[in-house]
């Protein structure tokens, strides 16, 4: 099968190099680190199934554009894709399934939104309603701070017009998880597990960022726990997506928390995480391409399966991710990376120099994969990489799975990270 990525990052990288096990993949746009990738738009390929990466276009309706043209498209239309194109709606859907999630208010005016702030318990949730990279979000035991942001997002400075409307909500907390469901309009079969790094600094320092990091399988998400996720969340929101008329077949990514009150969710996405899918996709033993084309049939068999091993990905981001970041530096030390038995490495933000070097294009530039039998033996091999790598104003996290690896010695009590 001719298979076409649509997107540019790490996760196409890792979803092309999965899926070129076992087929042809090109990638568009791709970039410059990307075998396959291609200089034209995703309408002018042929291709026997169509993934498309990233939550823009699909807001946008390329898949609604490419299944007029009668292609096959892993990737929900624009109908559905607004579980993430607009955090108020995806809220209506969630209540009407009954999934359990943070009390929230959706907010056009500041006096009602700060009323609302005044309400809540002392952590503070303040989103943009649209998309805006997964930078978006304050989490604050600020007062001040979220009433700051609130003013920023509706007077349109921060985030155009995607916070001029706005989700304030009460802040859970609790291990978060990752739980990728792949649907084709009716029924979902869960992928392995993950966790993912929000913010971009060790100990969940600083600002919220795309993701700086992931581990898959995540020891708190047991197979009962994703059960769960699956029959009390994943299904019933499918159900509801069905009886507004919404065929979903794509990914619907859960993000939840683990309170102690039981699994809340925090959000869906509408594709693959992104560095979720770095982690989790390297595990995969079964046929992605076979999995993602029945789904974009409507026609899931076999549930996927993994390997018993582990995954540890680490993002190394351009100097001033996720602010204002330069780019165009020299990256040095891939070879010598990949090297490393179990290490793959992902290009996200790449770009080609004047000499054919590959050079930074973005924040999140690459995601380093480790893999090994165990989440310690994985984590040291994708850092043993990452030390490899380097180019003038790097950084990443050095504390990725760290809590994890050290949970399962049996060296601290838990929690994050
Ligand atoms: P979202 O884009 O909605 O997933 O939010 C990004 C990140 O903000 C999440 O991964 C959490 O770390 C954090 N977050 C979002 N909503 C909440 C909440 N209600 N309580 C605590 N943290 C949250
Ligand atoms: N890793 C978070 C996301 O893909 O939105």
Redesign the pocket.
């Known amino acids: 099968m001719k298979v076409c990525v649509v997107g540019s990052g790490g996760r196409e990288h890792a979803l092309a190099t999965v899926l070129g096990r076992h087929h042809e993949v090109v990638v568009t746009p791709g970039n410059p680190g990307i075998p396959g990738s291609v200089d034209a738009p995703a309408t002018a390929i042929e291709a026997d199934l169509f993934v498309i990466g990233p939550e823009a276009p699909l807001v946008a309706g390329l898949s609604d554009e490419l299944r007029a043209m009668g292609r096959p498209v892993f990737g929900p239309g624009a109908d559905g894709a607004r579980l993430e194109g607009s955090k108020a709606w995806m809220k209506d859907v969630l209540l009407a399934a009954g999934v359990p999630t943070a009390r929230h208010g959706t907010f056009t005016e500041a006096e009602p939104a700060f009323a609302f702030l005044d309400s809540l318990d002392g952590l503070y949730v303040v989103k943009t309603d649209g998309l805006a990279a ?1 930078k978006g979000v304050v989490v604050t035991e600020s007062l001040a701070e979220a009433r700051r942001a609130v003013t920023e997002y509706l007077s349109g400075a921060a985030f155009g017009d995607a916070g001029r409307t706005l989700v304030i909500e009460e802040g859970l907390t609790g291990p978060e998880l ?1 739980v990728l469901a792949v649907c084709d309009g009716r029924r979902a079969v869960a992928l392995a597990p993950a966790q ?1 790094f ?1 913010r971009v600094g060790d100990g969940d320092a600083g600002p919220n960022t ?2 700086m990091g ?1 581990y898959s399988p995540v020891p708190v998400a047991t197979d009962d726990v994703v059960t769960m996720v699956m029959d009390r969340a994943v299904a019933p929101t499918l159900a509801a997506l069905r009886a507004r008329g919404i065929d979903y077949r794509g990914v619907l ?1 859960a ?1 939840l928390m683990l309170t102690p009150d039981g699994p809340k969710m925090l959000e869906y ?1 509408v594709r693959f ?4 899918t770095q982690v989790v996709l390297p595990r995969l033993t079964s046929d992605l391409g076979e999995l993602l084309a029945a789904a974009a049939e409507g026609a899931l068999g076999e549930p996927p399966t993994f390997d018993d091993g582990a995954a540890v990905t680490v993002v190394c981001a351009a100097e001033g991710y996720p602010r204002d970041v330069r780019t165009g530096d020299r990256i040095e030390g891939l070879d010598a990376a990949r090297e490393i038995e179990g290490v793959s490495v992902f290009c996200a933000g790449v770009g080609a120099g004047p000499d054919g070097a590959l050079v930074t294009a973005g924040g999140r530039v690459l995601a380093v994969t480790g893999q090994g039998p165990d989440l310690a033996a994985a984590r040291e091999r994708a850092y043993a990489a990452v030390g490899r790598i380097s180019w003038p104003g790097m950084h990443h996290r050095n504390d990725i799975a760290s809590g994890a690896v050290a949970d399962a010695a049996g060296q601290h009590p838990g929690g994050r990270p």
Do not use: I, R
Request: avoid cysteine; charge should be negative.
């Open positions: 997964g990752s993912d929000k795309g993701g992931a990514y993000g996405n995480g992104d560095p979720e």
